[in-house]
């Protein structure tokens, strides 16, 4: 099991910069796949990025194509700690930001651990 804490959201205006934190309850580096997703009002929940263990000690990174080289998903091991960095945000951006986890080798993303989530903002 893993619990998940989201924080980090707010308001920003167009073109700002913010970066969301998921904090985990146990050593995330043991955690086979971990994602962000979100939920824009009136619209279905959405993959943003992923970050799944590989075979080296690079995991291996997905973005969603309206995210690409905006957005930036990693990790730190040293305080469990999984981050979306979002640059050049947009109005189109604002939703509800929820982190998830696949902990077990083999699982796929959406895992069945959810964060509370954090609200996002884009409006001048």
């Known amino acids: 099991q893993v619990q998940l804490v989201e924080s980090g959201g707010g308001l920003v205006q167009p073109g700002g910069s913010l970066r969301l934190s998921c904090s985990a309850s146990r050593n995330i580096l043991t955690i086979n796949a971990m994602g962000w997703y979100r939920q824009a009002p009136g619209k279905e929940r959405e993959l943003v990025a992923t970050i799944t263990s590989g075979a080296t000690s690079i995991p291996n990174r997905k973005y969603a194509d309206s995210v690409k080289g905006r957005f930036s998903i990693y990790r730190d091991g040293t305080v469990n700690t999984l981050y979306l960095q979002m640059n050049s945000l947009e109005p189109e951006d604002t939703a509800v930001y929820y982190c998830?986890?696949?902990?077990?080798?083999?699982?796929?993303?959406?895992?069945?651990?959810w964060g509370q989530g954090t609200q996002v903002t884009v409006s001048s």
């Open positions: 998830n986890a696949a902990p077990r080798s083999g699982d796929s993303l959406p895992g069945d651990y």
